[in-house]
């Protein structure tokens, strides 16, 4: 039910790229989507929920599972995740690849929707993500709700 739910509030190549993620990533995603659906009701139009839906699919292009994935947090912490330093890793080899993109996925996440032809709003938003307030320029009631639904 929350596949095709998912599905039908996305773009066909959105859809594509949201299957394409890992399962743990799409139920999340979907937990997101509910969440800013109910907080922002006849608000939550198609971009919004698709931007909910897809903000975490740069994810995909490094290639890491959980376990890559906290290493890749671990080393963020450990030696820190500048954009300069996150550009220098995705170019490089292995493990230093993966590791980079993973770092940059709210950046290439954007780049794969703009691709896609997705809507501003959910380009946006899967750019902006782990910004604060500040640093968000979308509306401010919307990027509230996804920003709350994502860290319930």
């Known amino acids: 039910m929350d596949r095709q739910w998912a599905i039908e509030q996305l773009l066909p190549g ?6 394409s993620m890992s399962g743990p990533d799409r139920r999340h995603s979907v937990g997101v989507a509910r969440r800013t659906a109910a907080m922002l009701g006849p608000r939550a139009e198609r971009p919004v929920l698709a931007a909910a839906l897809v903000h975490d699919s ?16 671990v ?13 220098r890793w995705s170019a490089a080899r292995w493990p ?5 993109q993973y770092w940059r ?18 380009v ?9 307030a500040a640093g968000c320029s ?3 009631e919307i990027a509230d709700a996804l920003r709350r639904a994502d860290d319930d």
Do not use: C, F
């Open 14 to 19: 959105e859809a594509a790229l949201w299957l």
């Open 58 to 73: 740069g994810k995909t292009i490094s290639g890491l599972r959980t376990t890559g994935r906290v290493v890749a947090t």
């Open 75 to 87: 080393m963020g912490v450990v030696v820190g995740h500048d954009q300069r330093r996150a550009v």
């Open 96 to 100: 230093r690849r993966p590791i980079g």
């Open 105 to 122: 996925h709210p950046e290439l996440g954007a780049e794969l929707l703009t691709s896609l032809g997705s809507d501003p709003l959910t």
């Open 124 to 132: 946006t938003w899967a750019r902006e993500h782990h910004l604060g």
């Open 138 to 140: 979308l509306d401010p």
